[in-house]
């Protein structure tokens, strides 16, 4: 047993290290000079993933009001609630100013201190709890709501610099089976579609997916198809773009496939194989660009996957699964995608789902070509950024830490010592939570994302928090759940107040500018990053002395990706300066290597997909795409005598964004949305328990318990309960699994009863 730490305290002395905050160095109320005080400016959305572009108007140097950019290719001028709100969540009261130490025992009770005692503190505590327990007992979280420059810096200094082993974001209860998917899929994390697909497809599956609700402009898209696109909807719940679907499609009735829920793999599975014993195979793609087809097939002959057992496990009608496959096959001489989102992805059998949507598309060469694709949409604006650079599970670039040659070329190219780089992958967020509760993690920065509200079966996450001898929490609110754990609060900068890109779901990469200043001492996260490296001491700072500004970490990451499949090291050639590159072009999709032509003299189409020529071909060590496949596993909690209802959770409004950091601020969202939590139940379940609507109803599950407002409606099915995500009870309920393959969490499916109050 060793003692513990001494307790906090406040330490406001100066650095002993050459440490000497200037603000032109770390962004003091700093706005970039290359801005006008008076002018409009182009942006990028900081919300989702969708990456809308913004024209920002400026006067006296501070951003008055935004419009959306109507020559951008990716929202064509338009904006959704969140968007048009995008400035108010930097004017809000509760902003953190300065950093803050917990006094006393008690969480949330702080003093502040300035920023050199602040990064002394952070250095000198988390030095004591390494040198105590071991680079193991040292982690971080970060996320997909900062620049992509900020999450290479932050993942290269932690790891590399500070020595801290372990890393995570809340990418991975997102995007992480997405991830797994297509690496394991393609061969690579290459989701390979363009937006423009939505607009030249004739049979659009989204499976899992709310989009009307969660990325509104995308659905914009398909609204401006023009080739009589048949939508299909694959969700348990009527949502409300199931019904935006039936208004839209020739066929209504085909609109919408309520499903029983986590059936959607065994769905698949029976729709190949009827497009198998149909002849809907495009063979000859499949001969030339594929590896597996005859093994997939044999699995596939299995009477599980019969039209009659899958109608039987799915509650489609076997007409229904014929229509379906006579629509995707060869012979339809449609063009058909798939697209996906968190129904998918947070399932416990997520990667396996994703990549029967994959396979589909390889089985019917519905890939490469316009209209097509296995298509994952990305929830937050730099999720992509992200799986690429953030250095936590994988190594930059989307390298691999267990490969020798891989460690050589990133030491080679950033100037690490190769020792620095560790040859072992970290653990996933969900094993780090397992480390902190099992007392082998000891310290945790956690950047830009609320754990506390939005970890899965939440009722136990502050407890374990609790443990950490030291848990740093650097974000815009010291209001947030999460912030209010904290030892050490430090303010940060948020989007609007700083300078960098963002990687969008179809591989845009886009420039997002800093319009008003940040408030009091807040500083951008890449500043933030920086001072705390220089006050580690211990050779870290030196290690990063070219990595000065944002700029020159993009640079330092064009070159990390050059030879990759995610190549960028063309965008600025022969312009001088990359962001004003992706400025001009309205964003720029990768790949786009250095001296790559395009078919506008060398500059880069405003709509790229990925494998659309022969020498594009997939990047596995052969250029073909392999068929990964597994039979269905039942659900791990499932209804039961005592608690018979099935909880689905989702999306609530477009006004509402995942923990409500943000969206909260804005007087306007807060009108858009419910104020309380609610909960959807079906009328019969209604009738049956004596439920009128807007009465209170208890949910309870395992693990906890929600009093809700009922919401009786016919758009989730019998026997189901429906809860946003948005509000911090739901995640009281939820059951936490975990994909085997991705570490995701399974956010969607658990046992519940009600109780009428």
Sequence with gaps: MTSPLPPLRAWDGPLTRDLVLRPGDFGLGHVPERLRPDALVTSVCGFCSTGCGLNIHMKGGR???????????????????????????????????????????????????????AAR????????????????????????????????????????????????GNTRQCMATAVAAYKESFGFDAPPFTYADFEETD????????????????????????????????????????????????????????IRPKSDLLLFHGLARLVVEGGGVDAPFVAAH????????????????????????????????????????????????FWWTMGVNQGHEATRTAQALINLALLTGNIGKPGTGANSITGQCNAMGSRLFSNTTGLLGGRDFRNAAHRAEVARIT??????????????????VEGIEAGTIKGLWIVATNTAHSWIGSKTIAKTLAKLDFLVVQDLYPTTETARLAHLYLPAAGWGEKEGTFINSERRIGHSKAVSPAPGAALSDFRIVRLLAEAWGRGCGEL?????????????????????????????????????????????????AASQKGEEEGEPARERRLFERGENRFPRPNGKALFVYAAPRPMPERPDAEYPFLLLTGRGSSAQWHTGSRTEKSAVLRKLRPGAIYAEVHPDDARRLGLGPRDSVRIVSRRGSVVAAAYVTASVPPGHVFLPMHY????????????PHSRQPSYKAAAVRLEVL
């Excluded at 290719?73 to 959704?80: D, I, S, W, Y």
């Excluded at 076997?318 to 379906?324: A, D, G, S, Y």
């Design 121 to 168: 503190l952070f250095a000198d505590r988390f030095q004591a709890v390494a040198d105590r327990h071991g680079p193991d007992s040292l982690a971080w979280l970060g996320t997909g709501q900062i620049f992509t420059e900020e999450l290479a810096l932050l993942g290269a200094v932690a790891k590399f610099g500070m020595g801290f082993r372990h890393g995570d």
């Design 728 to 739: 911090a009870e739901t995640n009281l309920l939820t059951f936490p699994a975990f994909d």
């Design 290 to 337: 594929t590896e597996g087809f005859d093994d997939f097939a044999a699995f596939l002959a299995d009477p599980a996957y019969a039209a009659e057992a899958v109608a039987a496990g799915t509650g489609l009608p076997v007409e229904t699964l014929r229509t379906l496959a006579a629509l995707i096959g060869k012979g339809s001489g449609k063009r058909v995608s």
């Design 203 to 258: 049979v659009l599956f989204l499976v899992g997916s709310n989009l009307c609700i969660a990325h509104p402009i995308l659905w914009q898209r398909i609204v401006r198809n023009r080739r009589g696109v048949q939508v299909i909807v694959v969700d348990p719940r009527r949502t409300e773009t199931a019904t935006a679907a039936a208004a839209l499609s020739p066929d209504p009735a085909l609109s919408h496939l309520a």
């Design 415 to 432: 100037g690490i010592p190769e020792e620095r780089i560790p040859s072992e992958n970290s653990l996933a967020y969900d094993q780090i």
């Design 63 to 117: 951003a008055v009001n935004l419009t959306p950019a109507a020559d951008y290719p990716v929202n064509l001028g338009m904006a959704c609630p969140k968007g048009w709100e995008a400035l108010a969540p930097l004017a809000a009261p509760d902003r953190g100013t300065t950093p803050l130490v917990q006094t006393g025992s008690a969480p949330g009770r702080f003093a502040p201190v300035g920023w050199e005692a």
């Design 544 to 592: 990063f002395r070219a990595w000065t500004t944002p700029e020159a970490v993009f640079r330092l990451l064009q070159r990390l990706s050059a030879g990759r499949p995610c190549d960028f090291s063309g965008i600025g050639e022969g312009k001088g300066d990359p962001y004003r590159h992706l400025d001009e072009a309205g964003g720029i999709q990768w790949p786009w």
